[in-house]
């Protein structure tokens, strides 16, 4: 009797782990479009992405880059100081929006261009995102906001 007990509680552990191990492995799937990278342009010049991988992308927008062509493409380039990369964006940007200030892409990296199908820019005058904080901080170039 006790061999049984023991057997069928060997039994259901086992069920049990593989029931877990089938549910990550599920929901892992189910978020595998969903999970968006975060890279700083340094990190994306240096081991570019696959063109097929949406990834965000964060930085600066760098002074005297933005520009707008007729068909409302809009081009500018994000930078974290050390390297650069242009980017491309078909639609309307944030109000807030500008040179000088931190933004947040999401898209893919085509031909050495990121082209983005969702750009964020900070909500107020003192915020930034701080994946992009982070990423100026390692660069050595970030400054506190004056308060």
């Known amino acids: 009797m ?14 049990a782990v ?10 892992g799937y189910a978020m595998r479009d969903g999970i968006n990278f975060f890279r700083s342009p340094t990190q994306v010049v240096e081991e570019p992405p696959r063109a097929s991988e949406v990834f965000r992308i964060g930085g600066l927008v760098e002074e005297g ?12 380039n994000v930078t974290d100081g050390n390297a650069v990369v242009p980017v491309s964006y078909q639609g309307l940007l944030p109000d807030l929006f500008a040179e000088n200030q931190g933004m947040v892409g999401t898209g893919k990296y085509v031909n ?9 820019a900070k909500h107020d005058e003192t915020y930034m995102p701080r994946e992009v904080v982070d990423a100026l901080k390692e660069q050595g170039v970030y400054q506190e906001p004056d308060s």
Do not use: C, M, W
């Open 18 to 27: 593989v029931a877990l191990v089938l549910a990550t492995g599920l929901i």
């Open 65 to 76: 880059s933005l520009s707008q062509g007729n068909d409302n493409l809009i081009r500018f």
């Open 2 to 15: 006790k061999n049984l007990k023991k057997q069928r509680r060997i039994q259901v552990i086992a069920v």
């Open 112 to 120: 050495g261009v990121f082209e983005a199908s969702e750009i964020l």
